[in-house]
């Protein structure tokens, strides 16, 4: 399938609008008259961790704490319940998305259908909303992909459902990484399920996470993941505290190595990967500056409902005990009772759901211009130092890395295509250059 980017020269992040973007887009048309800003969320997110259980073992997994629990039907049944009764979120919202994570969510296929085919019942019988405006999303390892359960929810589901396959790149450096519990690698199935997804979802992108291991195979990942047929790939270093000084310059010159290929071979026309951004080569405009004081970059403010096995309510998935190394797990509720009452747990949620990008960052982030574009996990934050409006800066230098690539990436490009634009230097570089 040939894709050709909106703007007609490169392709970018809105040729692969998520579903939240999709239907902001289709509600502000819907509704001319009706106002809303970045702190109002039209789409509510939940997550259900349907089991902690998967059949890989992948090096740099989050998930520490992994234990056999699997969420059983009465659980799921009475979480779709709850959302319905509004006893977690807003059930006036016009649209959701329902998450299934795991361990591996496809180790319990079963149960998730079940749970979408409750939940479409309810909404329609309830001539709510959700019965239309709705979107299942599901990350695997690919692992069961092709198991004909799996198929045949794709096939009842299909314009609902987004699912994307976890693929590392090439055989070598996937099986680095991603291996089954005896050590073997996953790459023969992955890649088959990738090539498969990709008949069924042309525009499917995939998800590339870079640590120590993998950051000097960037390159070969990226072409690799472009040769299967990916036309969007999302990456990203990890937030843990793993990288060191000289893991920038690996980094940086890998991008700029990556971006030689695109541009010289017209790959830019093909791809959208999240590394190269034009907001890194713009100065951020005044209302950038102010919404990082009244919204977060992450979710993990409270705004990614999530239930774990056993039915316990969490602000975000991160906040479980499987996914922690250093702090207790900090969950808001259960579905028995509902959101926690005790002043310790109310005023922690309140203290969370203030967390905003400004009010977590010190005085050396707040200068910093980059502050705005900066990504970050709060649960991570919480983890890390016990409290999630405390800024961490383990990836800042991975950052400042990137966006010195993006200059050269954008300024290269720029004179390929004769285009009278001039890609601004954020912050000096000379350290990369």
């Given amino acids: 399938m040939k894709i050709e980017p909106q703007n007609g020269k490169y392709m970018e992040r809105n040729d692969f609008p998520s579903y939240n973007d999709e239907f902001a887009g289709a509600y502000q048309v819907s509704h001319p008259n009706q106002t809303y800003d970045e702190n109002t969320f039209l789409c509510k997110d ?20 992994k234990t056999g629990r699997r969420m059983s039907w009465d659980t799921a049944k009475k979480i779709v319940d709850s959302l319905f009764e509004g006893t977690f979120l807003d059930n006036q919202a016009p649209a959701i998305i329902l998450d ?43 692992v069961l992909f092709e198991d004909e359960r799996v198929q045949e929810f794709i096939r009842k589901n299909k314009s609902h459902l987004s699912i994307g396959i976890s693929i590392d790149g090439d055989k070598r450096l996937h099986d680095s990484c991603r291996v089954f519990h005896d050590g073997t690698g996953s790459y ?25 291991e ?9 072409q690799h993941l472009h040769e299967l047929g990916y036309h969007a790939i ?26 030689d290929w695109m541009i010289d071979n017209g790959i830019y026309k093909d791809l959208y990967i999240s590394l190269f951004e034009e907001r890194f080569v713009q100065k951020p405009a005044p209302e950038e500056y102010e919404r990082q004081k009244t919204t977060a970059y992450c979710g993990g403010n409270g705004r990614m409902l999530a239930f774990d096995p056993e039915g316990k309510a969490y602000p975000c998935l991160r906040y479980m005990k499987h996914s922690l190394t250093n702090q207790p797990e900090r969950p808001i509720g259960e579905l028995n ?44 934050q919480y983890d890390a130092t016990g409290d999630p409006n405390c800024k961490t800066k383990h990836h800042c230098g991975m950052v400042k890395a990137q966006v010195a690539a993006n200059y050269y990436y954008w300024k290269k490009l720029y004179k390929k295509l004769g285009l009278d634009r001039q890609a601004q230097r954020l912050l000096p570089m000379q350290k990369f250059e």
């Fill in 188 to 212: 023969d199935i992955v890649s088959k399920a990738a090539k498969h997804l990709l008949q069924i979802y042309p525009m499917a992108s995939t998800k590339v996470t870079l640590a120590p």
């Fill in 100 to 142: 299934f994570i795991g361990g591996e969510p496809l180790l319990e296929i079963e149960l998730i259908d079940k749970t979408v085919e409750y939940f479409k019942r309810k909404a329609f019988k309830l001539k709510h909303p959700w019965g239309y405006y709705y979107m299942i999303s599901i990350s695997t390892n690919g």
């Fill in 234 to 259: 999302h990456a990203n270093c990890v937030f843990e505290n793993v990288w060191k000084p000289e893991h920038e310059a690996v980094y940086y010159n890998n991008l700029v190595k990556l971006a």
């Fill in 46 to 65: 939940v997550t259900f961790c349907v089991t902690e259980s998967c059949n890989l073992a992948c090096t740099y997994c989050y998930e520490h704490h």
């Fill in 214 to 222: 993998n950051l000097p195979h960037l390159v070969g990942a990226v």
């Fill in 337 to 380: 009772l509902g959101l926690y009452q005790d002043r310790e747990t109310t005023e922690w949620f309140q203290k969370l759901q203030n967390v905003t990008t400004y009010g977590s960052a010190d005085n050396e982030c707040r200068s910093c211009p980059l502050l705005p574009y900066c990504p970050t996990c709060i649960a991570w």
